[in-house]
């Protein structure tokens, strides 16, 4: 963090910068600039400078099945999320519809996914805001409990994945038409106990995070997810949005587009031209009634009232999804019958597939296009970051008149503790960046 100038409550008025070098307790390296003149806040800037990595550059010539493995390399954190947009993209193309066994494999597996990366985010990176503390390990200190029953959590979804993807990191068994190898039912069934504690671990999370003292913030959202007919949405559906708009993925890039901002190597989208939230408040706002009635029945039992409007609330979401996943998770288990083989039949064919599916911090969209023999020939990736960037920084434009009689030190802080509500990928985001070259 630096300090362009301190600024106490007698000079609000005149010009003032905000400068954050480093925004900490996030998933790759941005920075925020915020400009004050007259006591009015004049331009924010979410700055992404992670080295674009060009992985839809990559990605073209290569074979569609090396696809999966690639774009896993994209995130440590939601490596699933790439794998599936990918998978149901390249199936899309090949006329496969994976169902059944197979289908709840993938679903457990997005479980799995969806635990771990919500337990780091509640106890690791956003708890330490409520209970004022500068890092997770300075939190283990006073409450080593409750970062133990975070650490479990999240090691229970890294065991799911693990199963089911070779590692919990980075899997290796995801293929087009299913997996190379699926698990027989006694091995699902040896992670049953650990998820049996980990469901009651979530119901505490969920009434310890409504303990938590929020600030009083609601902005008026429009909140993106994807709504599907009778499940709570993890790799299938409609993309709805809370103004009503309801469309296939297919749809997608007639109302989504991506740009580039001068400050930023990481690209922006926007709906209809405007900021939009994509994530767990979104999910849980447009799709509470698909909960089933165990995790119904916590809310009730904590108050919660949805919607929830509040970014700082996010947390709360996170947890609520995790108690969901864990739920999911161990009805898959109950109900599984390992399928005659691991994977479909592919026959390979020219075309162009999209697809869209529910990373942890929000919808992640993928278009392929294939040709005869199976080389990708065009890849588009969207990233849920590179989706809330503006949101994000409509938030704490928002946001900042209340911070204007603080130090720049302090009014530092409260901008990481909102932009940390967005558990921003920053890494994932900076896939992209458009070169001109101006010659004379």
């Known amino acids: 963090m630096t300090e362009e100038r301190r600024t106490g409550p007698e000079e609000v008025k005149q010009a003032r910068t905000i400068a954050i070098g480093t925004i900490a307790r996030v998933e790759g390296e941005g920075a925020l600039r915020v400009t004050v003149k007259d006591g009015a806040v004049r331009d924010v800037e979410l700055r992404i400078f992670e080295p674009p990595r060009f992985f839809e550059a990559f990605l073209v010539g290569r074979h569609y099945s090396e696809v999966p493995d690639i774009v896993a390399r994209i995130c440590g954190i939601c490596p699933v999320a790439y794998q599936m947009s990918a998978v149901h993209a390249i199936e899309q193309i090949f006329g496969l519809r994976v169902e059944g066994a197979l289908r709840d494999l993938r679903r457990l597996l997005y479980c799995g996914e969806w635990i771990e990366s919500h337990a780091l985010h509640v106890y690791m990176l956003q708890a330490p805001d409520f209970l004022?503390?500068?890092?997770?390990?300075?939190?283990?200190?006073?409450?080593?409990?409750?970062?133990?029953?975070?650490?479990?959590?999240?090691?229970?979804?890294?065991?799911?994945?693990?199963?089911?993807?070779?590692?919990?990191?980075?899997?290796?068994?995801?293929?087009?038409?299913?997996?190379?190898?699926?698990?027989?039912?006694?091995?699902?069934?040896?992670?049953?106990?650990?998820?049996?504690?980990?469901?009651?671990?979530?119901?505490d999370t969920i009434r310890w995070a409504a303990t938590f003292e929020y600030p009083d913030f609601t902005p008026d959202y429009t909140?993106?997810?994807?709504?599907?007919?009778?499940?709570?949405?993890?790799?299938?559906?409609?993309?709805?949005?809370?103004?009503g708009l309801s469309i296939s993925v297919e749809e997608f890039e007639q109302h989504f587009t991506e740009r580039q901002v001068p400050y930023s190597t990481a690209l922006q989208c926007t709906f209809q031209g405007m900021p939009y939230l994509v994530g767990p408040?979104?999910?849980?706002?447009?799709?509470?009634?698909?909960?089933?009635?165990?995790?119904?029945?916590?809310?009730?039992?904590?108050?919660?009232?949805?919607?929830?409007?509040?970014?700082?609330?996010?947390?709360i979401a996170r947890s609520v999804e995790m108690l969901y996943a864990l739920e999911e998770s161990l009805r898959l288990i109950q109900r599984y019958a390992p399928p005659p083989a691991p994977a479909l039949a592919v026959t390979v064919r020219s075309g162009t597939g999209t697809a869209c599916t529910e990373a942890p911090r929000g919808i992640l969209y993928h278009r392929y296009r294939v040709d005869d023999e199976g080389i990708v020939r065009e890849a588009k990736i969207v990233p849920p970051t590179s989706q809330n960037q503006g949101r994000i920084e409509q938030d704490l434009r928002q946001f900042m008149p209340r911070l204007l009689n603080l130090s720049n030190e302090a009014a530092s802080l409260a901008c990481e503790r909102v932009i940390r509500c967005y558990d921003p990928c920053i890494s994932c985001a900076t896939h992209f960046l458009r070169l001109e070259i101006e010659r004379e």
């Open 132 to 203: 004022g503390y500068d890092s997770g390990i300075a939190m283990a200190k006073d409450h080593p409990a409750l970062v133990t029953r975070g650490l479990r959590l999240k090691k229970a979804g890294n065991a799911i994945m693990t199963l089911l993807g070779g590692r919990s990191v980075h899997p290796v068994s995801v293929k087009v038409g299913g997996f190379s190898r699926v698990p027989g039912r006694r091995e699902l069934e040896g992670l049953t106990a650990e998820l049996l504690w980990a469901r009651d671990a979530a119901v």
């Open 223 to 243: 909140y993106v997810a994807l709504r599907h007919h009778d499940e709570y949405p993890f790799n299938e559906g409609s993309l709805e949005t809370s103004n």
């Open 281 to 315: 408040l979104a999910r849980v706002n447009l799709n509470h009634d698909r909960l089933p009635s165990p995790v119904k029945q916590v809310l009730a039992d904590t108050g919660v009232q949805l919607p929830l409007r509040n970014p700082f609330h996010g947390i």
